[in-house]
């Protein structure tokens, strides 16, 4: 026995209805992405990991203390004590964490003038500059030290906006 009509109008409204969903499920494919999104700058707590995953120690967090009186730049920095990687004593050091690139290079030279207040020798001054980030502190700093907080900057920083 074949179907009546109204069974044959069912199966092919059911087909169509398939197929659609089929189409909208292969055309949502198309905007999937498959490459990892490019990665963004990390908030204290991710730079500070990839400063202790390089086996630098930090001790004494203190947020909101640029090392100067410069109310724009407590906003952004974070003071603590790093050793370690031939660092046998702990160095002070400031983290100004900016916003994004703009707000870095707007702010960026103010460091330099806020630093005066913190350092008591001008040629042993160091700094790591990562956008957004700016990392500075008395030096000198031991080799391995410094350049496992370059590396962390570099590696929080992500794209750097």
């Given at each position: 026995m074949s179907p009546s009509p109204a069974g044959r109008f069912v199966a092919r409204a059911s087909?169509?209805?398939?197929i659609g969903?089929?189409?909208?499920?292969?055309?949502?494919?198309?905007?999937v992405s498959t490459t990892p999104p490019a990665?963004?700058?990390?908030?204290?707590?991710?730079?500070?990991?990839?400063i202790v995953r390089r086996g630098v120690v930090i001790e004494r967090?203190?947020?909101?203390?640029?090392?100067?009186?410069?109310?724009?730049?407590?906003?952004?920095?974070i003071r603590f004590d790093a050793s370690g990687?031939?660092?046998a004593e702990p160095m002070t050091v400031y983290l100004y964490i900016f916003r994004n690139r703009d707000a870095y290079e707007r702010l960026r030279s103010t460091i330099d003038a806020?630093?005066?207040a913190y350092v008591t020798d001008p040629d042993t001054f160091e700094s790591v500059e990562?956008?957004?980030?700016?990392?500075?502190?008395?030096?000198?700093?031991?080799?391995?030290?410094?350049?496992?907080?370059r590396e962390a900057l570099v590696v929080a920083a992500g794209t750097g906006d």
């Open positions: 087909a169509a209805v398939a969903l089929a189409a909208i499920i292969v055309a949502a494919c198309g905007f990665p963004t700058p990390a908030d204290f707590q991710g730079i500070a990991g990839e967090i203190v947020s909101g203390d640029p090392g100067c009186d410069d109310p724009d730049l407590a906003r952004t920095a990687l031939g660092q806020c630093a005066r990562m956008s957004p980030f700016v990392l500075a502190g008395q030096g000198p700093w031991a080799d391995g030290f410094g350049a496992a907080l």
